[in-house]
């Protein structure tokens, strides 16, 4: 059977980018028109607040595919292929352990206290075994009716599979794990933080 590729975008996320970005439209708009002037100094930091709004809420993904999981987060995005991966866990977030270091996953983040309040034991139905911790418990963020249970889910059984296969008994190319910095971003931010700063102080 041909693997079927998995990419996960949180829409509440994308919605409040999209919110907050069409806020600073309105705010420039409203600036320029009332003080063209002041808009030079006072533009920035709603500029700013546009951009980090993005990169928080609009760029965090998932895409789990044949070879490996692609994290896509604020400021990295991390490629880490099925052999390195060494245990996946939800406690403050979906997480995946490599002997490189833990990589989380800012689209699914565990869910809130209230969320968790209705789970019943038929939340966990399916959940692998790979989930269970050193007691043999499970955390309500490993609840497949979660965002960020479903999502560890199909990746623990995709690796659990794998795995009992021998598939991955041959480890890990040390190369295969790559991080990638999203300079562009982390520059825009810098330049619009240091312009706000002088626009406002100036």
Same mark, same amino acid.
């Given at each position: 059977?041909? /693997? *079927?590729?998995?990419?996960?975008?949180?829409? /509440?996320?994308?919605?409040?980018?999209?919110?907050?970005?069409?806020?600073?439209?309105?705010?420039?708009?409203?600036?320029?028109?009332?003080?063209?002037?002041?808009?030079?100094?006072?533009?920035?930091?709603?500029?700013?607040?546009?951009?980090?709004a993005w990169a928080l809420f609009?760029?965090?993904?998932?895409?789990? *595919?044949?070879?490996?999981?692609?994290?896509?987060?604020?400021?990295?995005?991390?490629?880490?292929?099925?052999?390195?991966?060494?245990?996946?866990? %939800?406690?403050?977030?979906? %997480?995946?352990? %490599?002997?490189?270091?833990?990589?989380?996953?800012?689209?699914?983040?565990?869910p809130g206290r209230?969320?968790?309040?209705?789970? &019943?034991? *038929?939340? /966990?139905?399916?959940?692998?075994?790979?989930?269970?911790? &050193?007691?043999?418990? !499970? =955390?309500?963020?490993?609840?497949?009716?979660?965002?960020?249970?479903? !999502?560890? *889910? !199909?990746? =623990?059984?995709?690796?659990?599979?794998?795995?009992?296969?021998?598939?991955?008994?041959?480890?890990?190319?040390?190369?295969?794990? %790559?991080? $990638?910095?999203?300079? &562009?971003?982390? $520059? &825009?931010?810098?330049?619009?933080?240091?312009?706000?700063?002088?626009?406002?102080?100036?």
């Amino acid at each position: 059977m041909a /693997f *079927q590729e998995v990419l996960y975008r949180p829409v /509440f996320g994308r919605v409040l980018a999209v919110a907050t970005v069409v806020v600073c439209a309105i705010g420039m708009i409203a600036l320029v028109l009332g003080d063209a002037a002041s808009a030079l100094r006072y533009a920035w930091p709603i500029v700013l607040v546009a951009v980090v709004a993005w990169a928080l809420f609009w760029r965090p993904s998932l895409r789990v *595919q044949e070879h490996g999981i692609t994290v896509s987060n604020v400021l990295r995005t991390y490629f880490v292929p099925w052999p390195a991966i060494e245990r996946i866990d %939800t406690r403050f977030s979906l %997480t995946l352990f %490599t002997a490189a270091g833990k990589v989380p996953v800012w689209a699914a983040p565990a869910p809130g206290r209230h969320r968790t309040l209705g789970l &019943a034991r *038929q939340d /966990f139905d399916g959940v692998g075994e790979s989930a269970r911790g &050193a007691h043999g418990g !499970l =955390r309500p963020a490993d609840a497949v009716s979660t965002p960020s249970g479903n !999502l560890a *889910q !199909l990746i =623990r059984g995709h690796w659990e599979r794998l795995r009992d296969s021998g598939m991955l008994d041959a480890g890990v190319d040390p190369d295969a794990n %790559t991080v $990638t910095w999203h300079w &562009a971003t982390i $520059t &825009a931010i810098l330049v619009l933080a240091a312009a706000s700063a002088i626009g406002i102080l100036a």
